[in-house]
């Protein structure tokens, strides 16, 4: 389709293709893109992947067309869980065969009578292999980098992160300051496991080389937040058209057709405890998740259940059914429903940015995947932070040390810990003091959006640029 609110398709003149990575953390930013831009007037088509966990429901966005790509990725592959190979193999797939090109092909023919024109192909960065493709075809691709300003720069620094030792890191080494990257140390780098570390390598090369070519580059972060990160990048990449738009949510909620719709993103979300919040004092609740990728054992599931129990503050704690892999499910200690007595709730997956923006809400445990680190900015919501990998250590990294508006959890996770952890965010004048200047930038971030606020400013720049496509 592509038209949607009672238009027909071809009421829009121009129509995007739009390739998200099919995780949660990636489809968000990119479906929350794609509904900024059709609120703008351009047509949607969403080409997506089907095989993985958290799937897309085409069914909640019936304004978008919805096309249906071949993974290629093997079924082992897939059970590993091991993201880097998945999107690895999602590349290779992309470069060695026909099928990607032909999906986009097709989708090119259908101009006429029945679809505006494409006028371009927004990809996420890490499925660099649908550039050539795209180009094959003389398509334009745009990029959208789902990660920070601060994340692409410490990928583009890689090269010299080798060159100058860092790289692999040696356990001795991980406390080290990266003078290069500050306020990075080692442990903060972009890393999987060592096992992987070349794999990982050889594919950031691949996304580094593909990015100086793409049409324009956009980031999901706003300029005022990573102000001298965003200029290395442009200095750098060599590309004239560097955009930060964010945060997308708050732009996509202010569209007229989106506005208040549930994320689009299996699992569906549990509003029954926005409910729950409303009968909770204001400020008082701790919301703890730790995304839709990290894990942890049944062991340290016990010592959070008993650090929330034991601290007494009221909390809301998403709970997913694959939280603990190779079990049948999360289970919690025996006696931690009479200890908590309705002063907790546990859900499998919970309305986020609804329960971030919650005026119950006072602090966020999170695992600082980039989305949930960013949510909690464009609330005001400070933070304890507990990253397990990928680009969540340097979020949590800019958290603590550049923005002040939260602490790392470090070590085991042991009861009585996390019950300190949460009495300094929640009740201690430290955490006063970070909650104040996470207010700072929650004005920052409404500032964005206001009559020549920057990542608006960037939104007209990226639309003047693809209707000029
Ligand atoms: C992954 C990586 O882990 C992360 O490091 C990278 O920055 C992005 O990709 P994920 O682990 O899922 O993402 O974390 P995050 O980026 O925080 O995204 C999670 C999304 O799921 C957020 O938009 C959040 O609002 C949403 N969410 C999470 C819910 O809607 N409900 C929940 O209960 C938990």
């Known amino acids: 389709n592509g038209g949607g609110n009672g238009r027909q398709p071809h009421a829009r003149a121009r129509r995007v293709l739009m390739?998200?990575?099919?995780?949660?953390?990636?489809?968000?930013?990119?479906?929350?893109?794609?509904?900024?831009?059709?609120?703008?007037?351009?047509?949607?088509?969403?080409?997506?992947?089907?095989?993985?966990?958290?799937?897309?429901?085409?069914?909640?966005?019936?304004?978008?067309?919805?096309?249906?790509?071949?993974?290629?990725?093997?079924?082992?592959?897939?059970?590993?869980?091991?993201?880097?190979?998945m999107i690895v193999a999602m590349n290779t797939t992309m470069e060695a065969s026909v099928a990607f090109r032909d999906v986009l092909a097709a989708e090119l023919g259908l101009a006429g009578e029945r679809m505006p024109r494409a006028a371009c192909l927004f990809v996420d960065s890490s499925l660099f292999g649908a550039q050539k493709a795209a180009e094959e075809l003389g398509l334009p691709t745009i990029a959208l980098r789902t990660g920070s300003a601060a994340c692409f720069n410490c990928i583009l620094a890689y090269p010299m992160l080798h060159q100058n030792g860092y790289l692999p890191p040696e356990e001795s080494q991980l406390d080290m300051p990266v003078k290069e990257l500050p306020p990075l140390r080692v442990r903060d780098l972009f890393l999987s496991s060592r096992a992987d570390h070349d794999m990982l390598s050889k594919f950031l090369a691949k996304a580094t080389h593909a990015a100086r070519s793409y049409s324009a580059l956009v980031l999901?972060?706003?300029?005022?937040?990573?102000?001298?990160?965003?200029?290395?990048?442009?200095?750098?990449?060599?590309?004239?058209?560097?955009?930060?738009?964010?945060?997308?949510h708050r732009l996509s909620s202010k569209t007229e057709d989106t506005a208040g719709r549930s994320s689009n993103v299996l699992p569906h979300e549990d509003h029954t405890c926005i409910e729950w919040l409303d009968t909770q004092i204001t400020g008082s609740v701790l919301y703890v998740s730790v995304g839709s990728l990290a894990c942890m054992d049944s062991g340290e599931l016990s010592e959070v259940a008993w650090g929330l129990a034991n601290s007494g503050q009221p909390f809301l704690w998403v709970v997913r059914q694959d939280l603990v892999p190779g079990s049948d499910g999360p289970c919690l200690p025996k006696g931690f429903d009479d200890m908590v007595m309705g002063r907790g709730r546990v859900t499998p997956w919970a309305p986020q940015q609804e329960v971030l923006a919650h005026r119950a809400v006072g602090g966020f445990w999170t695992h600082n995947g980039w989305n949930s680190t960013l949510e909690s900015v464009a609330e005001g919501c400070p933070m304890i932070c507990r990253p397990q990998f990928a680009d969540q250590m340097m979020n949590a990294r800019y958290v603590d040390a550049v923005w002040g508006i939260g602490f790392e959890l470090e070590g085991e996770l042991e009861r009585n810990k996390i019950g300190e952890a949460i009495l300094k965010l929640m009740k201690g004048s430290e955490g006063e003091a970070m909650r104040k200047?996470?207010?700072?930038?929650?004005?920052?971030?409404?500032?964005?959006?206001?009559?020549?606020?920057?990542?608006?400013l960037a939104i007209n720049e990226l639309i003047d640029h693809v209707s000029s496509l």
Request: include cysteine.
């Open 19 to 85: 390739f998200p990575l099919p995780f949660q953390g990636h489809i968000n930013p990119m479906l929350q893109l794609a509904d900024v831009l059709h609120g703008r007037g351009l047509a949607v088509t969403i080409l997506h992947y089907t095989g993985f966990r958290n799937t897309l429901d085409p069914a909640l966005r019936p304004e978008f067309g919805f096309v249906a790509v071949p993974d290629g990725v093997p079924a082992d592959v897939v059970a590993s869980g091991n993201v880097v190979s």
């Open 220 to 248: 999901n972060t706003f300029e005022a937040l990573e102000t001298d990160e965003l200029e290395k990048i442009r200095d750098e990449i060599g590309i004239a058209m560097v955009l930060a738009t964010g945060p997308l």
């Open 437 to 456: 200047r996470a207010g700072e930038l929650k004005k920052k971030v409404a500032s964005c959006f206001e009559s020549g606020g920057s990542s608006l």
